[in-house]
């Protein structure tokens, strides 16, 4: 019998905003714990995208593994998490396949197409509404967190669908979440205009557009969407943690309201992009560290 003996890495130094490449759960295993004031992340749609990456999160074999998965990346996040601290949570849905293993072509989105696709999970049918959103909240409440809002991003530009039997999909949610019952919150920094000219709470139906990017990158975060999470949820000099990095927008959002980023992003072209947007909005070459494991 052989016998290895683990060392569990030592946490990485904070001092900068850092770009991490690797794995989501390796990368965050390596950073403090009680190190970041706010989390903002939109993780890969099951079964709606193929990046092209060994050990992407998205095509796992049943909509349990992948609820699972993005349970086990959270509770990470949880711990690195200040007592204080929350989770903005953006995540979009999708149908069964009717267990067809690709996604034919659409004239107005060719990027849907895939010649691979996960199976009808058990106990929906053909043509189903997955509930991937609700049933990813509800996990994650199962799982210690405490679900705070559901926030409907409402997208007036939303991309045409070529369907007929139901209405086109115009939203996604935008869960709130948060570590402890009381945590930080600036209701003030994100107020809205009232009817009368003074200022009301935040409703929770947000429209936003969509955001067009000429970064090469299937899906980008729109920056009006994440403003008022780091607004309402961080103070200038704080630190706000995207597990999932993509093109680095929660980066830039960051950079442009005096707040530090931790940016975790798997893919390597995905990386270099983010780097290099990053680093030329800030002005100085980005920090970036690879993640073994």
Known sequence: MKVYKVHHPAPIEMD??????????????ILPSESVQCAITSPPYWGLRDYGHDGQIGLEESLHQFINKLVMVFSEVRRVLKPNGTLWLNIGDGYTSGNRGYRA?????????????PDTPDGLKPKDLLGI????AFALQDDGWYLRSDIVWNKPNAMPESVKDRPTRSHEYLFLLS?????????????????????KNRRSVWSVNTQPTPWAHYATFPTQLIEPCILASTKPCDTVLDPFFGSGTVGMVCQENDRHFVGIELNPEYVKLAATRLSAHEGKKMKLEVVNG
């Open 179 to 199: 570590k402890n019952e009381q945590y930080f919150y600036d209701h003030n920094a994100i107020r809205e205009p009232a009817a009368d000219g003074s200022r």
């Open 105 to 117: 072509p659409d004239k107005k989105n060719p990027a849907r197409a895939m010649s691979i696709r």
């Open 133 to 136: 959103p609700w049933r990813l």
């Open 16 to 29: 900068d905003s850092l770009l991490l490449e690797g794995d989501a759960l390796h990368a965050l295993s």
